[in-house]
């Protein structure tokens, strides 16, 4: 008798754990299946608190920080003596096995992980988009989503008039697609100082990027990119260089040019930049839990100033010498503050730069160009016509194609019009990452179907 009332006691008990486990993992869900669909009145009132959880990435295991990606930036810094750059691999490995001890590895993406610690696996990425910019910016979202692993969350900063665009736009695509990604969309807003003034200094909306560390309180990190960028490999990828940075680094970017003696900061600046060709900041890693919580060094203030606090006086006292805005702000930042940047290698930023002077860029001639970054307008006119064949071939690619077929194959065979072009000379290096990007999602596609019951 006793027996069976304990048996039934337990078997109650279980029953109640079982109901609250389930009830407590939808509503814990909800919220951010919502949020897609709540974005408009979301964004007005961005301010207020976003119930959503930080979806902090922690995961990288569910991208093996690629070894060759190491291989390049140790290689690439083998000259120099530094800490930084120093590839650390035990370090990062620890504290990820520590926090996502349960979530699953790599290969297990489809597998049925509990929803909440799926939602724990999303990247941050984040784009300013104004003017004519609507198509590029979702060209550059579409090739971030092809070929990524992880979910990615985007933070985009739209004017008025492209908000809705945006909107609409991105909840037309295919189902298959939009379970890979959420958005927010956010006014142009600058927190301190004069508001006219920052939107008019250099291009429209540029200078929002330098305060998102101020509005995204509740994102550890992130990648900010340009509108003109596009992804050639996993977005994963460069996301695990997070995991890389040492004690100090907040940030990371690559060197505006390679070859100091053709560098425009090095030839023309008239203040202060990061190292000896400055950086740029066209892609950029940011750990913004660090930056809210650093005092920056600076030449106005010796005790040091916080990210907010830095930026108006900043730009007051070198407002009359910088050319090229925000970019100008972060090389005087990362000047008088070296230790927190980290610098990773061209081919993670490729521009027009780097192919139109002839190639200075070794890390793309072996591995391929991973992230294009195709400045001064070069994917809408003829100037480089190797930026545009790829930028054509990701906006028309049908979303679920194959992607060799309508997309490698495409741009390979356009890129044979362009091989008399400064650019378009040596081919491998735009064409050698895609293609093996293309292969690994092929091959993924492949294991997953032959695989059965997941
Ligand atoms: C981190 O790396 C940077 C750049 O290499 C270096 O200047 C800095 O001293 C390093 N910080 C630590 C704590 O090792
Ligand atoms: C960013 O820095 C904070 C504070 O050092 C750290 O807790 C967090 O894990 C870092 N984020 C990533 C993605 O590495």
Redesign the pocket.
């Given at each position: 008798m006793r027996i069976h009332c304990k048996v039934v006691v337990i078997a109650v008990c279980f029953g109640v754990f079982l109901l609250l486990y389930f009830w407590g993992g939808n509503a814990a869900d909800d919220p951010l299946l919502k949020e897609v669909g709540e974005e408009p009145q979301r964004q007005r009132q961005q301010e207020k608190k976003k119930k959503e959880e930080v979806v902090e990435?922690e995961s990288s295991n569910s991208s093996p920080s690629p070894s060759e990606l190491r291989r390049d930036v140790a290689a690439k810094f083998a000259g120099k003596s530094s800490a930084g750059v120093g590839v650390r691999p035990e370090e990062p490995r620890k504290e990820r096995r520590g926090v996502n001890a349960k979530s699953k590895p790599r290969s297990n993406v489809a597998q049925p992980v509990s929803k909440r610690s799926r939602a724990e696996e999303f990247m941050h990425l984040a784009v300013v988009a104004c003017g004519n910019r609507l198509d590029e910016t979702l060209t550059m979202v579409k090739s971030a989503l092809l070929f990524s692993i992880k979910k990615i969350k985007f933070h985009i900063f739209a004017e008025d008039p492209l908000a809705p665009q945006f909107e609409e736009r991105l909840n037309q695509w295919p189902r298959g697609i939009s379970a890979k990604f959420q958005f927010s969309i956010y006014p142009i807003s600058f927190s301190v100082g004069n508001a006219d003034e920052w939107k008019k200094l250099f291009k429209p909306c540029a200078a929002q990027r330098l305060f998102l560390p101020v509005i995204l309180k509740d994102v550890?990190?992130l990648l900010y990119v340009d509108t003109d960028v596009l992804f050639l490999r996993p977005m994963d990828d460069i996301w695990s260089l997070?995991?890389s940075?040492n004690k100090t680094q907040l940030a990371a970017m690559a060197p505006e040019h390679e070859v100091p003696k053709i560098g425009w900061y090095s030839r023309f600046a008239r203040h202060p930049f990061y190292g000896v060709t400055g950086v740029n900041s066209g892609v950029m890693l940011m750990?913004l839990?660090?930056i809210r919580s650093t005092l920056f060094k600076n030449s106005m203030i010796p005790s040091g100033l916080s990210w907010e606090d830095l930026l108006h006086p900043l730009y007051q006292k070198y407002k009359n010498h910088i050319t090229w805005g925000d970019q100008d702000l972060l090389n005087i930042i990362f000047h008088y503050n070296p230790e927190c940047l980290f610098i990773f290698p061209c081919q993670w930023n490729y521009r027009p730069d780097h192919c139109m002077y002839g190639s200075n860029c070794k890390g793309a001639e072996e591995e391929g160009v991973s992230i294009l970054h195709g400045n001064r307008g070069v994917y809408h006119d003829d100037k480089q016509p190797a930026f545009k064949v790829v930028y054509d071939a990701i906006r028309d690619f049908p979303f679920e194609d194959n992607m060799f077929q309508s997309l490698f194959y495409p741009i390979q065979t356009k890129f044979l019009d362009t091989v008399n072009t400064l650019c378009g000379r040596i081919p491998q290096v735009f064409l050698k990452q895609i293609e093996k990007t293309m292969r690994k999602v092929f091959e993924d596609k492949v294991v997953r179907h032959v695989r059965p019951h997941k």
């Open positions: 990435e550890d990190s997070l995991k940075f750990n839990t660090r």
